[in-house]
């Protein structure tokens, strides 16, 4: 089985080293590892990331036959985590809900990156909520969060290699 690979993020400089875009940066980080993996291909969609939906549908609809792969930003985990779910809600995030909204299921796997606040796992920081989302998610990426994503990227990509070789429930098995 083919499982087709897709990092939400928003195009262009403008928006290409946010939080919001940290899949799309992760990627990056392991981008040649994933093309050679043979069971998994990368689609990017080049719409904004609320706006996700009607690309993958359309790149689903004429790719029949593969696991579909999601790959975004979460507030609500801790900076420098990940985790791997299948059938879930959108969280409350856009992007995933356009991707539902238009395949007309949740039925896909979902890589979760974390963007929270430096001190989640302490309890020292809570997820931004309300107004302060926006700021958060589209603020640039420092230095120390693109060091955080490096580490997490070995292992964000021995979980993918599970998940095509193995399924999406080792993956969680061992991953979460």
């Given at each position: 089985m083919i499982h087709t690979?897709?990092?939400l993020g928003n195009p262009g400089n403008k928006y290409a080293n946010t939080r919001h875009n940290a899949a799309r940066v992760l990627l990056h980080t392991i981008y040649q590892d994933v093309i050679a993996l043979s069971s998994v291909e990368v689609f990017v969609p080049e719409t904004f990331m609320n706006e996700s939906g009607k690309a993958v549908s359309d790149?689903?609809?004429y790719h029949e036959g593969r696991e579909l792969?999601?790959?975004y930003d979460d507030k609500d985990l801790a900076?420098?985590?990940?985790r791997?779910?299948?059938?879930?809600g959108d969280g409350g995030h856009n992007g995933v809900k356009s991707i539902i909204?238009?395949?007309g299921t949740k039925d896909?796997?979902?890589?979760r990156i974390g963007i929270g606040p430096k001190g989640m796992l302490e309890g020292a920081a809570k997820a931004p909520h309300g107004e302060e989302v926006q700021d958060y998610v589209m603020g640039h990426i420092h230095a120390d969060e693109e060091e955080?994503?490096?580490v997490i990227a070995p292992k964000v990509l021995a979980a993918l290699k599970t998940i095509a070789e193995r399924g999406y429930q080792k993956a969680m098995e061992v991953y979460n």
């Open positions: 690979l897709v990092p790149y689903m609809r792969v999601v790959m900076y420098g985590t990940f791997i779910s299948y059938d879930r909204e238009s395949l896909f796997i979902r890589m955080e994503l490096r």
